[in-house]
Structure formats: C-alpha cells, structure tokens
C-alpha cells in the first residue's frame, strides 16, 4: 500500500521532533494532541495512563522510545477488532447504509474498483431511488469502475424491488458480490429504517447478507456517528467505512469510533479519486497516525 501523509501526523510532530529528553511539557503536549486529534476523553486518559505506567517501568527518558510507546498502544487497541469483510457468500451481499453527504456514493465506487483487483465480478443495485440524480451519480461510479449496475425503471421505484432483482441477477450471472446502495435521508428517519429492513427481508429470501458497512465522515467526528445512531440500533450494521480520512486532522476518532459503537472499521477512504479506499491494518493505520 502507497504510504500517505496524515494531517493527523502533524497533531504528533511537534512532540516527537522537539527536545530528546521526555518533560512535563511533553506529556501536556502529548494529552493535547490526543485530544485534539479526537481520541475523545476517555481513550487519551486511558493511553496516557498506559504510557506512564509503561515509561516508569521502563525508566525511559526518550522521546523517541515514547513515540514507539504510543504507536504500539493505538495499534494494540485498532487491533481488538476484525477489519476482514465477509465474501465468502456467492454472491456475497453487501448493503451500504449512511447519513447523504457522508461519501457514500463515492465509497460504493471506490469499493467496486478495490474489489475488482481481487478478480471479483461485482453488480451494484441503485436502490436510493428517491433522488434521480443518486443515481446518476451511482452511474458515473459505476462507469468509471467498469462493474454492472441495477438502475431503478422509474425515479421512486420500491428501493426494495432494485435490491431484489440486483440480488436476482447477481444468482443468475454468477457475480461474486452484489453492492447496495441505499438512501440517507436523515429526516425520515422511521421511514428510512422500514425501508432498509424491508430490503433486507426481500434480499434475504434469495440471499444472506454477508456485511451492512455504515459509512461515516472521519471529519465530523462525534457529531457523525450521533447522526448515525439510528442506523446502529437499527440495521443490522456489521462494520464500519470511514471517509475524507485525507483531509482530517481527527484521525483519532478512528479509535473511539470502534470503541464506542463496538464494531470494527473494514474500509478507509482517503481521498475522491478511484483508487482512494483501502482495507484497513492496524498497523499501518497506527503508523501513519504517530510516524
Ligand atoms: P453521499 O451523499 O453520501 O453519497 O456522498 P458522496 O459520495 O456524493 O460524497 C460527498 C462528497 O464527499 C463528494 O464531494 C466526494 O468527492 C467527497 N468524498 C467522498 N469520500 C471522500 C474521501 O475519502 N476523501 C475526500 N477528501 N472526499 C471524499
């Protein structure tokens, strides 16, 4: 994987390239970072108090030995979590659910492209039927990904009838993983989540559903994910996608955000381009994050 700078790396600079030897101005700057990068209260306290401990124990008086410190305490804690997708299914069913705005659509493009370097046959069912122009948008993703799609016949057609013939033709022409897209419109949210478990009924009939990625925006933090709730509570989400990792300074919520929802994140995006998403490591995430 091609190594990216983070935003969120300059959060950490400032500590790791001053003096050599480890003050209390360290440590300040140390709980600063963290909670500006939004790890949240409760995670900064509990890596603080980890690495205190570990660095009295050790008696380590580097900066540089406490870097490593950090980097392995955010890597062990990432690593609670399993990032594999489930694609084992044929086809493997895959619905994609999120707030509108939080890059979903562009995700469902990335995800087709990252899954045909896998030599994966791939259909997408445009099921946010309610916005002609979801759809278009889907459309150019889809196209520039070279993967077939499921179009609604009409504008507001049954988002669960898109689901069910994509899952249908997905069984007859033996794709390996059907992708859903689905709507966001957060001011429905009853609404919203009847639809999402009325295609999941529909879908199931045929089908099991192998994941229910929630994609989240990295940039709005916790305000995000309370957006996000009712999709938690409600559908049946397997794993997280997170977004415009590229452009965020937070890329500590990463590490509250599994946490607090309990679920893991499978997939990051880090920037609008095609190639854009990749799976997620641990390790590599930890190290992009304290360099
Ligand atoms: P949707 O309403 O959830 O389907 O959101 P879109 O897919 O239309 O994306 C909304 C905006 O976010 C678009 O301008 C995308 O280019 C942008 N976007 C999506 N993912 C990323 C990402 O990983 N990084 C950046 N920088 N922008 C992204």
Redesign the pocket.
């Known amino acids: 994987m091609a190594e990216r700078s983070w935003s969120i790396s300059n959060v950490f600079r400032g500590i790791f390239t001053g003096p050599e030897q480890i003050t209390d101005d360290t440590w300040d700057d140390l709980e600063t970072a963290l909670i500006t990068a939004d790890f949240g209260p409760d995670v900064t306290e509990s890596i603080l108090n980890r690495l205190r401990e570990e660095v009295g124990r050790h008696r380590v008086t580097e900066v540089k030995e406490m870097k490593r410190m950090l980097r392995d305490a955010i890597e062990e804690r990432l690593a609670a979590y399993d990032p594999t997708l489930q694609l084992t299914e044929r086809p493997a069913v895959i619905l994609v659910v ?1 707030v ?8 469902i493009g990335k995800f087709a492209n990252y899954l045909k370097t896998f030599d994966k046959r791939i259909i997408v069912g445009a099921a946010d039927t309610f916005r002609a122009a ?1 759809v278009e ?1 889907l459309t150019t993703w889809t196209d520039r990904a070279g993967v077939d799609i499921v179009r609604p016949q009409q504008q507001g057609q049954d988002p669960a009838s898109v689901a069910f013939q994509t899952v249908q033709r997905a069984i007859a022409e033996s794709y390996e993983v059907a992708i859903i897209d689905t709507a ?1 419109r957060l001011q429905t949210k009853g609404g919203l989540m009847d639809e999402l478990g009325k295609i999941r009924r529909v879908v199931e009939k045929q089908a099991p559903v192998s994941e229910v990625l929630l ?1 989240l925006d990295a940039t709005t933090g916790q305000n995000g994910l309370a957006q996000a709730e009712a999709f938690i509570e409600h559908a049946g989400v397997t794993g997280l996608v997170l ?5 965020s300074a937070k890329g500590g919520f990463v590490l509250s955000v599994q946490e607090k929802t309990g679920l893991p994140i499978k997939l990051i ?4 381009g095609i190639a ?1 998403l990749t799976g997620f490591t641990p390790h590599v995430f930890a190290q992009q994050l304290v360099g």
């Open positions: 999120g509108n705005g939080v890059g979903k659509t562009t995700t979801a948008q966001g994609v977004t415009k990792l590229d452009g995006g880090q920037g609008e854009d």
